[in-house]
């Protein structure tokens, strides 16, 4: 069974600020990472995946994450925050290829000008 | 455009009444899946089918049932509405073997049961 925790259902920051959002999993496999934006009134589209080759991942948007299997963690981050960037992340994971995601609760992220 | 196509966007409609929502995978796609985002409830994973086979069941209440058709595209049919059905529901598609390993999601269907 896996499970996946995010830090912070509420995220706000300065535009040009460090964005980090927080995602914690458990799996009992080897996991399938994921994260995932939804802009208002929008589908999930994928941001960037780890599937067990380069820990630290690049994503669209200027967004990376880095999977650290000692912390069970692969934590969101973006070095400089763009009003645009304003939406709803999710984590998922899933613990084979073609296996159903099971999703974080979600952070809201803030951008302030 | 995640080339996953959902009908209708929008769906309104009474307490025990039955609706079926449309998923078009992405062209050569074999998996579709269902999910349920609600307020309360959060992405919650429904069901996958795979080339037309029910591969995966979560948490799909017995008023609900999907099936994915020869040419791949995949309903969801949802009977004895009730308000707390009211959701964003999504479907999704992904292909096979290990390099296919992220799901495309659709734009979704609002239900709103009143």
């Known amino acids: 069974a896996q499970s996946v925790t995010q830090l912070g259902s509420h995220v706000s920051v300065s535009e040009g600020a460090l964005v980090l959002l927080r995602c914690n999993y458990s799996s009992s496999v080897p996991p399938y990472l994921f994260w995932y934006v939804q802009y208002p009134n929008q589908g999930l589209q994928l941001l960037l995946k780890?599937?067990?080759?380069?820990?630290l991942v690049k994503g669209i948007n200027g967004f990376e994450a880095e999977f650290k299997k000692s912390e069970t963690s692969f934590h969101l981050t973006k070095p400089s925050a763009h009003m645009s960037d304003a939406a709803e992340y999710f984590c998922a994971v899933s613990g084979n290829a073609g296996n159903m995601l099971t999703f974080g609760g979600g952070t809201r992220l803030m951008v302030k000008p | 455009d995640s080339g996953v196509t959902q009908t209708p966007k929008h769906l309104i409609t009474a307490t025990g009444q039955r609706v079926t929502l449309r998923c078009s995978p992405r062209s050569g796609d074999l998996s579709v899946y269902w999910y349920q985002q609600s307020l309360d409830q959060g992405l919650q994973f429904l069901i996958q089918?795979?080339?037309?086979?029910?591969?995966a069941k979560g948490n799909i209440l017995e008023r609900f049932s999907a099936q994915q058709f020869p040419d791949l595209h995949s309903e969801l049919n949802l009977s004895s509405l009730e308000l707390g059905d009211s959701a964003l529901y999504f479907c999704a598609s992904s292909g096979t073997g290990a390099e296919n390993t992220e799901a495309f999601f659709g734009q979704g269907t609002r239900l709103t049961v009143v």
């Open positions: 089918y795979y080339n037309g086979e029910e591969r």
């Open positions: 780890y599937t067990s080759a380069a820990t």
